[in-house]
Nanobody, 115 residues
Framework: QVQLVESGGGLVQPGGSLRLSCAASGFALSNNVMNWYRQAPGKEREWVETTFTSTITNYADSVKGRFTISRDNAKNTVDLQMNSLTSEDTAKYYC?????????WGQGTQVTVSS
């Protein structure tokens, strides 16, 4: 059974950092493209980043230079390090994988950037 579980969200002040983690089960993360999305209240879900391999990653312009992805294939996890956070980063963050044409999502983890 495919499952994605995000963790690491919370309340952080502007300029602060958070590290989100997505734990995958039911498939080998190392063999698949993984995505992070986010959704702010009243807004559509927004793509954040895609990691193709441990070294090939694409980031949305809004997070480029501030967010960094890392994979731990042994633990079957993918982490999102988020630095220099602003209120614009406040959202629920989701990891995503597409397997055999089907979208799988985690339950999300809330990130709130506020003073």
């Amino acid at each position: 059974q495919v499952q994605l579980v995000e963790s690491g969200g919370g309340l952080v002040q502007p300029g602060g950092s958070l590290r989100l983690s997505c734990a995958a089960s039911g498939f080998a993360l190392s063999n698949n493209v993984m995505n992070w999305y986010r959704q702010a209240p009243g807004k559509e879900r927004e793509w954040v980043e895609t990691t193709f391999t441990s070294t090939i990653t694409n980031y949305a312009d809004s997070v480029k230079g501030r967010f960094t992805i890392s994979r731990d294939n042994a633990k079957n996890t993918v982490d999102l390090q988020m630095n220099s956070l602003t209120s614009e980063d406040t959202a629920k963050y989701y990891c995503n994988v597409i397997l055999l044409g089907r979208d799988y999502w985690g339950q999300g983890t809330q990130v709130t950037v506020s003073s």
